[in-house]
């Protein structure tokens, strides 16, 4: 039976969206064949969806770094049909095809099992930015940031990522410090659990001290540049940052006296090749840690046919939380 995609092709050099009919004669190798429920809406996927970034080396291209289904059909003895699955990272939608599909074959070792308290939608309301939130809150628990130590903060905050990882550490005890440009997105935060608001222009001007007032026990970073590079400086005493993005820029100008006369622990999160163990580990986690109400809170459901203009929104920083793609609305 055919099925629905989004496909990218490059032509003259630009890339190109359309959407194909496919039949399983087109699907790439791999052991196990999902149907797909819903796919999550992240910034990669901007990126990829516009062919930025040299993500994609090789098209014609399915795009959608993640994805929750059910299996249709099982080469391996972890899974069998009619079993609940996740995906996210393994390149999936970089140099593998992606969840912007009704039907995707991978190996088996790229999925995870749906935990017990998830289900497919609430699953792709996480996705890979609420996946890499909880890796960052167990980065932080494993370099003993603790909730009496001080306040966490949380840079582009109102973003997918920064959204769950809000929820999650408020859930989670500590008090939050919420870094966002939106003044629109202040009631929205503290309803996730925000204990305070900064400006993000409070951090994106070079500062001028090596090691600034200690301000935060522990830090969430999705924007990189000048915005870490601060928040580094005002990290506290043996206090952490989890480093997962670049939505602010790629550069880091910073020096190593915060590393050493304060102990301050500087901590690279990356979904995309996580072990399983550490996978599963945080899937489980997710399903007990966010509350079911904060993420409903976070998550907008959109059709399949508005992911072109969906993904240009991501890129020019107009979506606020999670958006989810029903791929078969
Ligand atoms: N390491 C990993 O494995 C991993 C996994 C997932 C995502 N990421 C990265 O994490 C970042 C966030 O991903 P996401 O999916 O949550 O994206 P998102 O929903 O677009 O959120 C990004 C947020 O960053 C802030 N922002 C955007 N442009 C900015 C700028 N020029 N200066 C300062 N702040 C800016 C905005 O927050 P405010 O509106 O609140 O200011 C925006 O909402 C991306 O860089 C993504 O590539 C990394």
Not at 78 to 105: H, N, S, Y
Not at 146 to 161: F, K
Not at 192 to 206: C, F, H, K, N, T
Request: aromatic share 6%.
């Amino acid at each position: 039976m055919s099925f629905k995609a989004l496909v990218l092709d490059q032509i003259d050099n630009k890339i190109r969206q359309s959407w194909k009919d496919l039949d399983d004669g087109d699907l790439p190798a791999g052991e196990v064949i999902v149907r797909v429920a819903y796919s999550g809406l992240n910034y990669k996927d901007g990126l990829i969806l516009k062919g930025l970034a040299r993500l994609v080396r090789d098209y014609p291209h399915i795009p959608g770094i993640d994805f929750s289904g059910t299996v249709e059909a099982s080469d391996s003895p972890d899974f069998k049909p009619g079993d609940e699955v996740i995906a996210t990272g393994w390149a999936l939608g970089e140099r593998r095809w992606g969840g912007f599909t009704q039907k995707v074959k991978v190996d088996a070792n790229m999925l995870v099992r749906m935990p017990a308290g998830l289900d497919l939608e609430r699953a792709m309301a996480l996705g890979t930015a609420g996946f890499t939130a909880m890796l960052a809150v167990m980065a932080l628990e494993r370099a003993g940031t603790t909730s009496d130590r001080g306040e966490v903060l949380v840079t582009g905050a109102a973003g997918g990522l920064g959204s769950v990882a809000v929820a999650l550490l408020a859930k989670l005890g500590y008090g939050v410090v919420a870094s966002t440009g939106r003044k629109e997105t202040h009631e929205y935060l503290k309803s996730l659990g925000a204990g305070s608001i900064i400006d993000r222009g409070e951090l994106s001007e070079p500062g001028v001290r090596p090691l600034e007032k200690a301000r935060w026990a522990g830090v969430i970073d999705t924007v990189g540049g000048v915005t870490l590079a601060r928040a580094y400086a005002q990290t506290a005493t043996h206090g952490a940052l989890a480093v997962c993005g670049n939505a602010g820029g790629n550069d880091l100008n910073m020096t190593v006296l915060p590393l050493i006369l304060r102990g301050v622990g500087l901590l690279g999160i990356d979904s995309n090749f996580c072990p399983g163990d550490l996978r599963r580990q945080a899937w489980s986690r997710l399903a007990e840690d966010m509350p079911a109400d904060k993420l409903k809170a976070i998550t907008t459901v959109e059709p399949f046919a508005r992911l072109p203009e969906l993904g240009e929104a991501i890129l020019e920083g107009k979506i606020r939380g999670r958006t989810v793609i029903d791929v078969n609305t």
